[in-house]
């Protein structure tokens, strides 16, 4: 078959959905689409059937910038052991409270506290 | 505006919805919610400064790397605060420069604690003892602002502050297992610091602007119960160390389940920080200010490299 | 029985632990250099990705402190912060001040490079607890490598003043640079046994190849091998700046020695 001109056509868009107002949005694939406007309306369909959402963004594909699969080195953060940043690297600060007869609390004890009127 | 804007929105707030940057809302609850993370983000900012002066000093290496790590935070809280507040003020033209030249200005303020002296390496775990437990019980109730970007990123800051508390925990808990001159040191920090965390909280007369930001469910809780809640946990902790409080008046009411306190000096605090006056307040601004003018030359070259290289590409 | 304890020559041990102590010394010197940026660096952003750099350094030097101490050295703690700065046997360059943020990114682009170097030749070392740990951080350092080699292009190819302090700085680093590639008075030794392949002449070839065509990039002038030796930090001679930054690490450590902190 003779090679063709190829006619104009459609972006791609990545969509990212907001599932409530206290989510941030997430990544959950991409669409084709004349326009920004038709990529939301068609995302809507594509990607929210069943679910639920508060809010989508479209972006097109050319605007992503991404991180090469191939480095992963990019990623190693966590080579040696950073527990000093960690609740779980200090565990001894529940048995010392005990020693001053005081149970040891976290962020949700806190957190817990505002709840309660 | 019109009223029947605004009671559609005052509608939303009374209905626990979320707003976002991009709504509609009165011009009055934008300049307030960027206030309120304006002056939250500097002051996280600014509360590096003082545990900054102990990490060079700090005394072992996994005191050292958890201290890095820990103001390492701070700022990464003062990044996320700034970037909400600066979507927020996207209307107004405001961007990053203009966040931080206001505090040079006198035009954002800073959180009374961070203007105070940090001498001995005590101070440096009261802070994430207790200036950062009285932080986290303030971004606690912040939780359920009704402005989304702001609840949405707390989450985050909360989930990390949780490595801060230990962290702060386990400075104090070495010294008060520790030789006297370590528990005097104590003592000294603790009763330097309770007095500016009883003002951390505010006045129980809350200003005009707050009681709006009440109002809006900006915020959600008064100065007096979230300074209750802090005293209520902290104080048995304190006490149990065998610590003393600089307070006579401290007391629990089981009839009215209300501490009584004495009063910090609201007056002096007040105007601490609204002029900048406090012991250490000149010293950080100008930190942040060389931070920021003396390497403006850095950023300028960046953006200048960016459009080279996007040329070359 | 591991490595550790098993039964070293007297040569073997004195020279491994000579090589440790060039490691632990230079990263916990640029760690605790990084850390004096955290809160002054040119953007919040970067304040947060230098901080995390500066804590892989003195992470990195914690490791090779804690090899030392399996070899018979004494607590890591006490390694890090109570010898005195002649025991030390970090390169010189490494203990200078901060100076501008040019001065920063060019100095840790050149300890970068040679260290990943370095790392990289001891992925055949035959001291395995050595080798095993270098797996590891050599994946982390290449991160840090890839950051300082942005910033350094992108100062250069900036011109302006960003490129006049790059040059300042790189005038004022490279008589500093020579006993970056000195592996001290093991030199030898470290090579027979097998602990460190390759001579400090390979080490400073290696790392000429890399920086120069990055020079060449950027147009800055190639001052030339560095050559002129100003004084071995690898031997225990260092600078005055050096002492400054012990008094101010171990004051805390030092106000009492047998506290726990």
């Known amino acids: 078959m003779e090679h063709q001109e190829r006619s104009a056509h459609y972006e791609v868009y990545e969509v990212f959905i907001q599932r409530d107002d206290l989510s941030h949005h997430v990544h959950v694939g991409s669409v084709v689409a004349p326009s920004a406007k038709l990529a939301h309306q068609v995302a809507r369909e594509n990607f929210l059937r069943r679910e639920k959402a508060v809010n989508i963004w479209v972006v097109k594909q050319e605007h992503v910038h991404a991180t090469s699969y191939e480095d992963q080195d990019f990623f190693a953060n966590q080579m040696l052991n950073k527990n000093y940043r960690e609740v779980s690297g200090y565990a001894e600060n529940a048995k010392k409270w005990k020693t001053f007869k005081q149970v040891a609390i976290t962020v949700d004890d806190l957190v817990n506290d505002i709840k309660e009127h | ?313 | ?261």
């Open chain 2, 1 to 313: 505006m019109s009223d029947v804007q605004l009671q559609i929105f005052m509608d939303r707030i009374q209905q626990g919805q979320k707003i976002e940057s991009t709504d509609w809302m009165p011009d009055d609850y934008r300049k307030l919610v960027i206030k309120q993370i304006h002056m939250h983000g500097i002051s996280e900012v600014m509360g590096a400064y003082p545990e900054k002066e102990w990490v060079p000093k700090a005394p072992n290496l996994r005191r050292k790397l958890a201290l890095i790590a820990k103001v390492q935070d701070e700022i990464g809280h003062g990044q996320l605060l700034l970037r909400v507040a600066e979507d927020a003020a996207k209307p107004f033209g405001k961007v990053r420069d203009d966040m931080i030249t206001d505090l040079f200005v006198n035009k954002v303020k800073f959180h009374n604690v961070f203007h105070m002296e940090a001498p001995t390496w005590a101070d440096a775990g009261i802070i994430g003892f207790l200036v950062d437990g009285g932080a986290i019980i303030t971004q606690a109730s912040l939780l359920e602002s009704s402005y989304g970007p702001y609840a949405r990123v707390l989450q985050r800051i909360c989930a990390e502050e949780s490595f801060h508390m230990q962290h702060g925990e386990s400075v104090v808990l070495s010294l008060a297992e520790g030789t006297a001159e370590q528990r005097e040191m104590l003592q000294a920090a603790v009763t330097r610091w309770w007095p500016s965390m009883m003002f951390f909280f505010g006045p129980p007369e809350m200003s005009s602007g707050a009681q709006r930001m009440m109002e809006y469910k900006i915020r959600t809780r008064t100065n007096e119960e979230l300074r209750q809640k802090f005293i209520n946990r902290y104080v048995p902790r304190v006490l149990s160390l065998g610590m003393t409080l600089p307070d006579n008046q401290l007391a629990y009411h089981a009839e009215t389940k209300l501490w009584t306190y004495t009063e910090p000096d609201w007056e002096k605090f007040s105007y601490m920080v609204q002029h900048n006056s406090g012991p250490k307040s000149q010293a950080r601004i100008e930190l942040r200010r060389q931070a920021h003018e003396d390497q403006k030359w850095v950023r300028d070259a960046m953006i200048r490299a960016g459009q080279v290289i996007e040329a070359m590409a």
């Open chain 3, 1 to 261: 029985m591991n490595q550790a304890e098993q039964q070293l020559s007297n040569n073997y041990r004195t020279a491994l632990i000579d090589l440790l102590y060039q490691m632990a010394d230079d990263e916990l010197t640029i760690g605790h250099r990084s850390s004096e940026w955290l809160g002054i660096a040119p953007d919040l952003e970067e304040d947060i990705a230098f901080s995390s750099i500066s804590q892989d350094e003195v992470g990195h030097a914690t490791f090779y402190f804690e090899l030392l101490s399996e070899l018979g050295e004494g607590d890591p703690d006490k390694l890090a912060f109570a010898r005195t700065k002649e025991k030390r046997q970090n390169a010189r360059v490494l203990e200078r001040p901060n100076h501008d943020w040019a001065y920063t990114i060019a100095r840790g682009y050149f300890y970068d490079v040679f260290d990943h170097i370095r790392l990289q030749e001891l992925l055949q070392t035959n001291y395995t607890p050595l080798q095993k740990g270098v797996q590891k951080i050599l994946r982390e350092e290449r991160y840090h490598l890839l950051h300082m080699e942005t910033w350094f292009e992108r100062l250069g190819v900036a011109k302006g003043e960003a490129k006049g302090r790059l040059e300042n700085a790189v005038i004022t680093i490279w008589p500093d640079l020579t006993d970056l590639f000195s592996l001290g008075r093991s030199n030898e030794i470290l090579r027979k046994e097998g602990i460190f392949p390759i001579s400090e002449s390979a080490l400073s070839d290696k790392w000429t190849q890399q920086v120069k065509p990055l020079f060449d990039r950027t147009e800055l002038m190639w001052p030339g091998t560095p050559h002129v030796m100003t004084g071995n930090g690898r031997l225990g001679v260092h600078t005055s700046d050096l002492q400054q930054l012990l008094d101010m690490m171990t004051e805390v450590y030092r106000s009492d020695l047998i506290a726990t902190w």
